[in-house]
């Protein structure tokens, strides 16, 4: 069978060309609403990250304050930590002095006295001591700093302590006095 168009050539252009406006316009539209679409997408994504990131600094700045009142704490803790340390310091070192001064007026000679007697805390209940010392009788000094001096260098007083001397001088003898010089170290009995 043959078939035949009877419908002018123009007509059938116009048509034709109306047709693909039509395909034309219908996909620029599929096209603005994708892109609308995506644009959406972006902005609503957007709003949310920024929405997060106030979020995280309100946090952070909450934060930054508990850091800083951290830092105060710790500030604080260290301090009270170091008095505390000398409190205990203090504490120990008042325990070891009347048993030093039992132990040294038990444990010097008859006729022997100490004329100036000084100090210093060291660790372990231990004190160095110098001390300038005077005796009426120079043979019970001698055999005391004997003692002191032995291989032991220690002498057990009664309280419990121990005297350790490092070294004595500046002896100075006179018709009556015998007058020297005492380095030690007194470690108190536990």
């Known amino acids: 069978m043959i078939r035949v168009n009877l419908v002018p050539q123009d007509i059938l252009d116009r048509e034709l060309q109306r047709q693909r406006f039509g395909q034309i316009g219908v996909v620029g539209v599929l096209l603005a609403i994708m892109f609308a679409g995506v644009s959406y997408w972006h902005h609503h994504r957007k709003v949310v ?26 500030t604080r803790r260290d301090k ?19 048993r030093f001064m039992t132990d040294i007026s038990e444990g010097l000679p008859k006729g022997m006295w100490l004329e100036r007697l000084r100090t210093t805390n ?56 015998t007058r020297f010089k005492i380095d030690m170290t007194y470690t108190a009995a536990p």
């Open 80 to 98: 009270v930590v170091a008095r505390r340390k000398v409190i205990e310091g203090l504490l120990s070192s008042r325990l070891v002095y009347p």
């Open 122 to 177: 060291q660790p372990n209940n231990t004190l160095a001591v110098e001390a300038d010392a005077a005796v009426l009788r120079p043979e019970n000094a001698a055999q005391w700093l004997r003692d002191v001096n032995s291989s032991t260098r220690t002498v057990r007083m009664t309280g419990g302590g121990r005297f350790s001397a490092g070294r004595t001088s500046g002896l100075a003898i006179s018709d009556t006095v």
């Open 49 to 74: 990250l920024e929405a997060a990131v106030a979020r995280a600094r309100e946090e952070l700045s909450a934060l930054e304050k508990y850091k800083t009142m951290l830092a105060e704490a710790t």
